[in-house]
């Protein structure tokens, strides 16, 4: 059973930073490519940034230079650090695992970020 825990949101002023983390159960996680979406209500759930098994990276133009993810595979972890957080950063954030970038079938239940 694949389970994926994200944690970190919160509350923070324009400009400043959060990191979430998401935990991930089930085996073999550094297979996995890993992701973050987030999603504002009444809007559709829009990519954020992906890592896949190699450690390449992908970012969406919105978040390029002011987001950065990466994982853990010692921890099964996979992280979002968030800079210069502004307004419009404000959504429901969600992590996901899957077989590659356009293939996400696990999702965790979101933590919000409020700016």
């Known amino acids: 059973h694949v389970q994926l825990v994200e944690s970190g949101g919160g509350s923070v002023q324009a400009g400043g930073s959060l990191r979430l983390s998401c935990a991930a159960s089930?085996?073999?996680?550094?297979?996995?490519?890993m992701g973050w979406f987030r999603q504002i209500p009444d809007r559709e759930r829009e990519g954020v940034a992906g890592i896949e098994s190699d450690g390449s990276t992908s970012y969406a133009d919105s978040v390029k230079g002011q987001f950065t993810i990466s994982r853990d595979n010692t921890k099964n972890i996979l992280y979002l650090q968030m800079n210069s957080l502004k307004s419009e950063d404000t959504a429901l954030y969600y992590c996901?695992?899957?077989?590659?970038?356009?293939?996400?079938?696990?999702w965790g239940q979101g933590t919000q970020v409020t700016v």
């Open positions: 996901a695992k899957g077989a590659g970038p356009n293939d996400f079938g696990y």
């Open positions: 089930g085996s073999r996680y550094s297979r996995y490519c």
